[in-house]
Structure formats: structure tokens, C-alpha cells
């Protein structure tokens, strides 16, 4: 069983491979999935600002595409700069809106590490960060159906 602190170095090692030219700002994410595999993915950034994608989203989407549905437990590790000397993790780098949300869709007690540095690692679930989430709840039969 992978340690929250491994599944952090996981998302630190792939935060180097970002495509970040415009923050500069380098995300990694490490997805846990049921199955036990991990999955990594970075922030893909474009010109159009709004088509970037984030890390989390980034690990979700690969191992959705393995066959994962259920994830256990997500890492996300940043720095700012170039990876070396000068590279600053400053803040941890919580999960925006958006990959909470992409997140809750594979489970509601997914467990969120994040942290500034891995001596400062801070755990949540998804749905502490994200309550009240919007859920396909609205498919149910006593849902859309009734009254048809
Ligand atoms: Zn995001």
C-alpha cells in the first residue's frame, strides 16, 4: 500500500513535466485508484488560457481511460519557476473548482494530499473541499422520469 508520502513524491516528480510557459507555475497530481495503480499527470497550459488543463484533471483522465472508476486517494504537489534552485512550492496547491468537482465524480471520500513541501502535508476528503457537489443523482427514477 502506497503512503500518502510517496503518492506526494509521485505528483512532485511529474509536476517537472508540465507545460507551463505561461504562469511558470508547474502542477503535478498522482491519482490512487481501487485497483491499486497509480496514475500521474501535470498541468497542460495553452494559448488560449481557458483550454489549459490542470494536473488533477490530467490523472483523472488517464485513469479513467485505464478502466479506474473509483479513486481512492489523490496527491498534488507544485513549485513555481524552473525545477531546481530557485523553484519555489510556496502555497499548497489545492485543487481548483473545476477538478473538485471532476474529482467528486469518483468518489465522495476521496482523499486529497496537498502541501507546500512534503513535511507539510495537509489531508482532506473531497467532499470536505467540495460539499453539497453536483452528483448524477439527477438520474435517478424518482427523478427526470416521474410523472411521465
Ligand atoms: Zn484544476
Redesign the pocket.
Known amino acids: 500500500m502506497i503512503t500518502d508520502l510517496e503518492l506526494y513524491r509521485k505528483a512532485a516528480l511529474a509536476a517537472a513535466r508540465a507545460y507551463a510557459p505561461y504562469s511558470d507555475y508547474h502542477v503535478g497530481a498522482a491519482v490512487l485508484a481501487s485497483s491499486g495503480r497509480v496514475y500521474v499527470g501535470a498541468n497542460i497550459e495553452n494559448a488560449s488560457y481557458g483550454a489549459t488543463i490542470?494536473?488533477?484533471?490530467a490523472a483523472v483522465s488517464k485513469a479513467v481511460f485505464e478502466g479506474e472508476k473509483n479513486i481512492t486517494a489523490i496527491a498534488v504537489a507544485a513549485y513555481a519557476g524552473t525545477a531546481g534552485s530557485d523553484a519555489q512550492s510556496g502555497a499548497p496547491a489545492y485543487?481548483?473548482?473545476?477538478?473538485r468537482q471532476?474529482l467528486s465524480e469518483f468518489g465522495g471520500d476521496i482523499r486529497v494530499i496537498v502541501g507546500a513541501d512534503e513535511e507539510h502535508l495537509e489531508r482532506y476528503t473531497i467532499s470536505e473541499l467540495l460539499p453539497k457537489a453536483f452528483t448524477n443523482g439527477f438520474k435517478s427514477d424518482t427523478g427526470l422520469t416521474e410523472g411521465e
Open positions: 490542470c494536473a488533477e484533471r485543487p481548483c473548482g473545476i477538478c471532476f
